[in-house]
């Protein structure tokens, strides 16, 4: 668990935290509750999103159940570096569209005494480690990793199984395009999904 900025106000510490998880289990939830908190504490926020990532809206970072916060869209990692002066906390949403560049961004702001909130997604949706999360989960002080309920046998879901075919790592989309599966269910429907591409 992380805890916030309350001990030693004199001396401005940094961290990071990072929320993860599959699609469907409140990452953004999280991340959006944990800045209305700073900001409810009269802190300094900035709020940051991948450009590409234009689901909801364009300025806005959105969670499913339609919660949401202002945002700077941004193109590139090293651009937040820019947009952060002066900020207590910063807030980092769909951070596995973000290149590797996040990770030492990040860092460099938590040892400028900011704290760092990161949510993204750990695993594509091949089950594989994703962009700059496994890096930023490492060097992170807290790590939350939220789970979504399996939509095929109802245990905890972790992976984020894409129903349709094709091999683009970035494909943005939601229901209609992900469900969030079991590593049971997962394997099931990787297998069922290889089948169809050999017939």
């Avoid at 469907?24 to 959006?32: A, D, P, Q, V």
């Avoid at 999103?49 to 159940?65: A, G, W």
């Avoid at 075919?165 to 209609?176: H, I, M, P, S």
């Amino acid at each position: 668990m992380f805890l916030e900025n309350t001990i030693n106000r004199n001396e401005k510490r940094g961290w990071i935290e990072v929320v993860c998880g599959s699609m469907f289990s409140g990452k953004t939830e999280e991340l959006i509750r944990r800045l209305k908190r700073a900001k409810f504490a009269r802190q300094k926020v900035e709020i940051f999103k991948p450009k590409v990532d234009t689901r909801y809206s364009m300025e806005e970072v959105v969670s499913h159940d339609e919660n949401a916060i202002m945002s700077t869209p941004v193109e590139t990692a090293a651009a937040i570096l820019l947009l952060t002066s002066g900020v207590d906390v910063v807030g980092i949403d769909e951070a596995q569209f973000f290149d590797l560049g996040l990770i030492e961004v990040c860092n460099k702001l938590a040892s400028q005494g900011i704290r760092v909130i990161v949510a993204g997604l750990d695993m594509d949706y091949l089950g594989r480690p994703f962009g700059p999360i496994p890096g930023l989960m490492a060097t992170a002080e807290y790590v939350t990793k939220v789970h979504a309920i399996c939509v095929r046998c109802g245990n905890l879901a972790n992976h984020s199984h894409r129903t349709g075919l094709g091999d683009k790592l970035v494909v943005l989309g939601e229901t209609d395009m992900y469900e969030p599966l079991c590593r049971f269910c997962f394997a099931k429907a990787r297998a069922q999904q290889k089948k169809g591409e050999k017939a």
